[in-house]
């Protein structure tokens, strides 16, 4: 089955850093873009930015620019999100998302991974 | 690009044809997906290419437009459609979205 798993819930404090990921089960990512996408509670979907994981092609969103970073490790099949530095306002939900690009453009979101809850508290 | 929807939310009945609207700010020929999300659950795409229905979706979801006007249509509500619809567009960076169309069943 083609899945993306991505990594457990985590809690955390402001100030500390935090990597999550999301890991290809069924297929191989270095054809797919993955994007990663934010949920705050009770809100919508927000672009954060997108991977080529087969060379680490990177586009962010301005919004997220700075404030996280985007990676991959195509000979483990995993995409990364990570902050350096946490704030209270970066609770949510983050989905990683699986594209196929074709002449240029993008289809839709075809495979999603199940999220990860991301909380912030001091 | 920004995405408006309209409406917001929306309440029909069990048999109803449902329309939500996405309007985009400049054009984007027809590079558009349609998404639904239910509580706790990650987004399901609908359609994607603004009119191409996603493998597994049932035909009673159908989408139309291009440039700068689409529309996603539920011809005959049923009980599971309930959620939020999201539409994205893929033309240019950032791929946003609108704002969302939280549909409720009555």
């Known amino acids: 089955e083609v899945q993306l798993v991505q990594s457990g819930a985590e809690v955390k404090k402001p100030g500390e850093s935090l990597k999550i990921s999301c890991k290809g089960s069924g297929h191989s990512l270095n054809i797919y873009w993955i994007g990663w996408v934010r949920q705050m509670p009770g809100k919508g979907l927000e672009w954060m930015g997108i991977i080529y994981p087969s060379d680490s092609d990177t586009k962010y969103n301005p919004s997220f620019q700075g404030q996280v970073t985007i990676s991959a490790d195509k000979s483990i099949n995993t995409a990364y999100l990570q902050w350096s530095s946490l704030k209270a306002s970066d609770t949510a939900i983050y989905y990683c998302?699986?594209?196929?690009?074709?002449?240029?453009?993008?289809?839709?979101?075809?495979?999603w991974g199940q999220g990860t809850t991301v909380t912030v508290s001091s | 690009i920004q995405l408006t929807q309209s409406p917001s939310s929306l309440s029909a009945f069990v048999g109803d044809r449902v329309t939500i609207t996405c309007r985009a700010s400049?054009?984007?020929?027809?590079?558009l997906a349609w998404y639904q999300q239910k509580p706790g659950k990650a987004p399901k795409l609908l359609i994607y290419?603004?009119?191409t229905l996603q493998s597994g979706v049932p035909s009673r979801f159908s989408g139309s437009g291009s440039g700068t006007d689409f529309t996603l249509t539920i011809s005959s509500l049923q009980p599971e459609d309930f959620g939020t619809y999201y539409c994205?567009?893929?033309?240019?960076?950032?791929?946003?979205f609108g704002q969302g169309t939280r549909l409720e069943i009555k």
């Open positions: 290419a603004a009119s």
């Open positions: 998302a699986r594209l196929a690009r074709s002449s240029g453009r993008y289809g839709g979101a075809d495979v």
């Open positions: 994205q567009q893929l033309y240019s960076h950032p791929l946003t």
């Open positions: 400049q054009g984007i020929s027809s590079y």
